[in-house]
């Protein structure tokens, strides 16, 4: 077997895995019907947040905000993050170097058959992206994420 096949078959296994429900179910404190959702968000917004997939990197008009504000979950209005903590990583999708405090879980994903590290909205659980070890001081983190998961409230931060 190739290397090219083998690595294409363990990502499928995991796609699989997750899709028959093997992965853990979490809970969050907002939650709703997989109808509600669907009625609830578009239909990128409802890709990216309810089944992980990503948008396309430099399609989001949230790279270019520069203004003072705050970032919220495009699903349940969650505050996830600060202008004050957002950076041009050059990657093509809003990147931070933290969150607000408490706005976020964290879990590994296996997809790339390496490990990553996955954002989820502590609140409802939406998929916002992954964090990577190559962002800015203070904290050398790269908080990777999704525009359409995001909705920017402009105003004073603290």
Known sequence: MRRRQFLLGLAASGLALKAAGAVAAESFPFTLSDEDWRRRLSSDQYAVLRQEATERPFSSPLNAIKTSGLFHCAGCDNTLYSSATKFD????????????????????DYLLVYPRTEVHCANCGGHL???????PPPTGKRHCINGVALQFKPGPVT
């Open 89 to 108: 990583s050059g990657t093509g999708w809003p990147s931070f170097w933290a969150p607000v405090p408490g706005a976020i879980a964290n879990r590994t």
């Open 129 to 135: 992206g992954h964090v990577f070890d190559d962002g």
